[in-house]
C-alpha cells in the first residue's frame, strides 16, 4: 500500500459514548460490520491537534498544524487471514477549507470546515469548534497516565483501531489502513463538554448532549501513517 499522508496526532481527547446499533446501522458501509465492546456499541467524540502534516511526502502551506474535532464509531471486516478493526466517521471537522474540499471530493470522506481553536497548559487540554451560532467545545484537565491499556480492555478497545472505512455510494466501501505505535492513555480528573450533538451530526444523535459519556480520556498520540488502500466493491 501506497503511504499518503503522514503527521503526528497529540492530545487525543476522547469522549465515549454507548448508542443502539439501531442508530448507526444505515451509516454502515458494505463489506463491514458493527463492533462491540463487551455487548456494548460505541460512538466517540475526538478532538486532537494534527502536526507536521506531509501529503505524500510534501508540507502543504499553511496546512501542517491545525485541529481536527470528529465523531466517530467503531466497525470490523472479517477476512479469511484477518479481522480488520477500524472505524468509521459521521462527520470530520478542521479549519481549513482545502483539506475539507480535497477530502470531500477525492476521498468522499465527511469533512467540514469550521472555525477552530485550542488552548494546552500543563494541566489542562480544550478544542473549540464553532459556525454561527453553533459553538462546541470540550476541555479536560489532565489526570494519571495510566500507560498503555491492557489486552481486551475499554481503553484499548477505543484506540486500537487502526482500518478506515469510508462509504462510497451503495456499493462501494474504501478501505485505509491507519500506522502508529501503541499510545499511552491518561485518566481525565475534569471534563466540560458543550457539545450539540443535534446540531452537528443528527437528529438521531440529540440525546448525546445532556448524557454523560461512559469513559473520556487523552492519548498522548504520536507520529501516524495513513496508507492509501483498497476500494470493495459489492456487484450483488
Known sequence: MKKFLTAKWHDLIMANYEVAPEILEKRVPKGVSLDFNKGKCYVSVVAFMFLNTRVLGIPVPFHVNFEEANLRFYVKRE???EIKRGVVFVKEIVPRLAIA???NVLYG???ECWKMAHTRTKKEVGYSWEKG???NHITIEIGENTGVPAENSHGEFIIEHYWGYTKRGENRTDEYKVEHPKWE???VSFAEIDVDFGRLYGA???FLSDTKPD????AKGSEVSVYKGAKLIDNG
Open 79 to 81: 477476512t479469511e487471514n
Open 101 to 103: 474540499t480535497a477530502a
Open 109 to 111: 470522506e465527511p469533512y
Open 133 to 135: 451560532d453553533c459553538k
Open 185 to 187: 492513555l491518561f485518566d
Open 204 to 206: 438521531e444523535f440529540d
Open 215 to 218: 469513559s473520556i480520556f487523552m
